[in-house]
T-cell receptor, first 111, second 112 residues
Framework: KQEVTQIPAALSVPEGENLVLNCSFTDSAIYNLQWFRQDPGKGLTSLLLIQSSQREQTSGRLNASLDKSSGRSTLYIAASQPGDSATYLCAAGGGSEKLVFGKGTKLTVNP | EAQVTQNPRYLITVTGKKLTVTCSQN?????MSWYRQDPGLGLRQIYYSMNVEVTDKGDVPEGYKVSRKEKRNFPLILESPSPNQTSLYFCASSPHGGSAQYFGPGTRLTVL
């Protein structure tokens, strides 16, 4: 059974810092890996989707990498801003829309 | 505006009283899913649907039913709600398998 772990559970950084969020999964037979953002009291917003055949995806200040063999993905946020404060979730896709989520990393970017 | 809508957004009910949470998407997506989010447990998939009349169980389907009679709608039915179904529920859709999922705003359900 797929298990997804995100470390750390919470992270606090000063504005402008570059940071890395980690995601690990136990079953490397994934279809894709998705990163989401969740703001308090709101739904999830899809940030990046990496197909199993890809190594990374970039969107603006965000870069996500995938290493299936080691069961790891990272989300790199460059030049963090207070508006980046949110909970970041990764999810391993097993095909047929079966997603297994990690419990998230709560990020606080301090002005 | 492309979106996934859920109704109601908030619901307080009592044990055993049947309820339905509706989910609708206007993007002509084939795939739709239901999740519940609980503190300490994260998001867990309840059911998903790959197309009209095609549904399958996720990780926590017990106590829930779904139907997909139309492409745009995917209601979640709790025939006899219990307090352990108190949770935050999310509906999501995606255009096809393996593509990014779009989430609704969530429905906070409390079962007394």
């Amino acid at each position: 059974k797929q298990e997804v772990t995100q470390i750390p559970a919470a992270l606090s950084v000063p504005e402008g810092e570059n940071l890395v969020l980690n995601c690990s999964f136990t079953d490397s037979a994934i279809y894709n890996l998705q990163w989401f953002r969740q703001d308090p009291g709101k739904g999830l917003t899809s940030l990046l989707l990496i197909q199993s055949s890809q190594r990374e995806q970039t969107s603006g200040r965000l870069n996500a990498s995938l290493d299936k063999s080691s069961g790891r993905s990272t989300l790199y946020i460059a030049a963090s801003q207070p508006g980046d404060s949110a909970t970041y979730l990764c999810a391993a896709g097993g095909g047929s829309e079966k997603l297994v989520f990690g419990k998230g990393t709560k990020l606080t970017v301090n002005p | 505006e492309a979106q996934v809508t859920q109704n109601p957004r908030y619901l307080i009910t009592v044990t055993g009283k049947k309820l339905t949470v509706t989910c609708s998407q206007n993007m002509n997506h084939e795939y739709m899913s239901w999740y519940r989010q609980d503190p300490g447990l994260g998001l867990r998939q309840i059911y998903y649907s790959m197309n009209v009349e095609v549904t399958d169980k996720g990780d926590v389907p017990e106590g829930y039913k779904v139907s997909r009679k139309e492409k745009r709608n995917f209601p979640l039915i709790l025939e006899s709600p219990s307090p352990n179904q108190t949770s935050l529920y999310f509906c999501a859709s995606s255009p096809h398998g393996g593509s990014a999922q779009y989430f609704g705003p969530g429905t906070r359900l409390t079962v007394l």
